[in-house]
């Protein structure tokens, strides 16, 4: 008797007939067509069509990319595409390990130390001071010299 697992108690027969590849290469052959000329009708690159017909699934881009390429491929031929699609992902999920995510770690917040906040903050208190305490008498020695030259020069 077999003993119920949980949801995934039912698994779905696994195909023992053709594969994907060899499916969609016999269909092709079959209606007489050129893989080049479906390449260019369905706007995907040669090499991944003849890399799906061949099996060779390392060469194609990531799974998700392939997947719409066989859909698209088994529609064109005629072919149920939800049953090719499942029948792809059966062969292609022991072919795939799992991929690992690599996240970025994130940068660590650089700011200015405060001893530096500090000293600027110093330097500017010091170059208004300046500026407040020599201005002023900066403009009375330009007044006076006004004066004394307007009154030793009259016009």
Request: proline share 5%; with cysteine; net charge positive.
């Given at each position: 008797?077999?003993?119920?697992?949980?949801?995934?108690?039912?698994?779905?027969?696994?195909?023992?007939?053709?594969?994907?590849?060899?499916?969609?290469?016999?269909?092709?052959?079959?209606?007489?067509q050129?893989?080049?000329?479906?390449?260019?009708?369905?706007?995907?690159?040669?090499?991944?069509?003849?890399?799906?017909?061949?099996?060779?699934?390392?060469?194609?881009?990531?799974?998700?990319?392939?997947?719409?390429?066989?859909?698209a491929?088994?529609?064109?031929?005629?072919?149920?595409?939800?049953e090719?699609?499942?029948?792809?992902?059966?062969?292609?999920?022991?072919?795939?390990?799992?991929?690992?995510?690599?996240?970025?770690?994130?940068?660590?917040?650089?700011?200015?130390?405060?001893?530096?906040?500090?000293?600027?903050?110093?330097?500017?208190?010091?170059?208004?001071?300046?500026?407040?305490?020599?201005?002023?008498?900066?403009?009375?020695?330009?007044?006076?010299?006004?004066?004394?030259?307007?009154?030793?020069?009259?016009?």
């Amino acid at each position: 008797m077999m003993k119920n697992k949980g949801r995934n108690a039912q698994q779905e027969p696994v195909f023992t007939g053709p594969g994907v590849s060899e499916l969609l290469k016999t269909t092709r052959e079959r209606a007489g067509q050129e893989l080049q000329v479906i390449s260019q009708v369905l706007r995907i690159r040669y090499i991944y069509l003849e890399a799906i017909e061949g099996g060779r699934y390392d060469e194609l881009p990531g799974k998700t990319y392939v997947v719409g390429f066989v859909r698209a491929y088994a529609e064109h031929l005629g072919l149920d595409s939800g049953e090719v699609v499942k029948r792809f992902k059966q062969e292609v999920d022991g072919l795939e390990g799992r991929s690992e995510l690599m996240f970025p770690s994130p940068v660590t917040e650089q700011s200015v130390p405060g001893g530096a906040i500090i000293m600027i903050g110093l330097v500017i208190l010091a170059a208004a001071y300046g500026g407040w305490y020599f201005y002023p008498r900066k403009t009375a020695v330009l007044q006076n010299w006004y004066l004394i030259c307007r009154l030793n020069f009259p016009k």
